[in-house]
Structure formats: C-alpha cells, structure tokens
C-alpha cells in the first residue's frame, strides 16, 4: 500500500519510512510540483490540518502531514510552532542553539519535542494524532546524530541528546516516530481485511 506522506525533507523521510516499514512512501518528489501551503495555524494541530488538506486537494491523493518543532517551558514554549523559522528561514541551527542559550542565560529547562499529524482526503480529515518526548534543553550541544534541534535535546532515560542516539533507539522514543505508529495503526485497522 502506498502512503503520500506531504515532505521532502530526507532526515524526516528516513524517520518514517523506519517506521512505516511495510508501506510504499510517496513523497512530495514524487507527485511533482505541489504549491506549499502557509504554515498560518498557531499550534502543531493547527498547521498540520492546513498542509493536509492543502495537498490532500491539490494532489486528489490521501495525505499525511505533520507539523513538529521543540517547545522550550523557560522560553514561553518557543520556538514551538515556529521552530523551522526561528530567527528566519535562513538561520543555520548553530545560530539558532546560540539565541536559545543567550535566553535562557545560563538556566537549564524542560523541553519537548512535539508532533501533530493529520490525514486528509479531499475537505475531510480521516485521522489525527499528537505525540510528545518529553526531557529538557542539554547544558551544550552534543552528538553528530540526528538532525534539527536533537543536539540541545537531553532525553533524561538514556542521559544523552537525541543527536546521540543510534537511530533504533531514536526510532524507539522520536515523538514523530510515535506519531507514525499511530498512523499505521490506524492504516491496520482501516484496511478492508
């Protein structure tokens, strides 16, 4: 079965597709030219709903979107929804680590990472799900793994920065890998038998 997922980041890609082993992922590389609608929504809900149906529409294929970011307590629950823009969309993540760090002058804090996706058909939204990883901003950047913001995310059960992770342990706690086995859960039970 195959499953258009609405991305074409490959770091994201290669998360679900560890996830959605026995399903055939199509990308938005793969359906050609698909205008990208404005991430407007003030929560994960919010925007994943918007880019679901947005492709849902412009493709007449059954989508899946998320929207996901890191949610600092300290910081109001920046960057939040606007974690891939934080500072503008040209910022690299090493600018971006320097600004968290400035505002948080030292403290340290509790942080997620959040996933919301969405799954649409046409104008009707057939299933959603949020998922969380809870721990908190790490004291400095570490690991080579993963990407994002994972190098100042200290997930307090393994006592490392999900950029340290192998990717079976990440895959094992990701909230966006959880938000995918919630999808294919749903895909399991929704395909006629």
Known sequence: MKVFVATTNPNKINEI????????????????????????????????????LAY???????????????????????????????LGPEATYAERFGEIYMRLGGRTSPARFVT?????DGAEILFETETMIEGE?????????????DPIFLY????????????DDKTAVSHRARAFRDLARFLQDSTPR
């Open 137 to 149: 901003v790490a004291a400095a950047p570490a690991g080579a793994h993963g990407f994002g913001y």
């Open 156 to 167: 307090p059960p393994f006592g490392r920065t999900t950029a340290e992770l192998t990717s």
């Open 116 to 120: 919301a996706l969405a799954m649409a």
């Open 17 to 52: 597709r560890a996830v959605l082993v026995s399903y055939e992922i199509v990308t938005l590389a793969d359906v050609g030219p698909v205008p990208e609608p404005e991430e407007t929504g003030a929560t994960f809900w919010e925007n994943a709903r918007i880019k679901a």
């Open 56 to 86: 849902a529409q412009a493709t007449g294929l059954q989508a899946v979107a998320e929207d996901s970011g890191f949610v600092i307590d300290a910081l109001n629950g920046e960057p939040g929804v606007h974690s891939a823009r934080f």
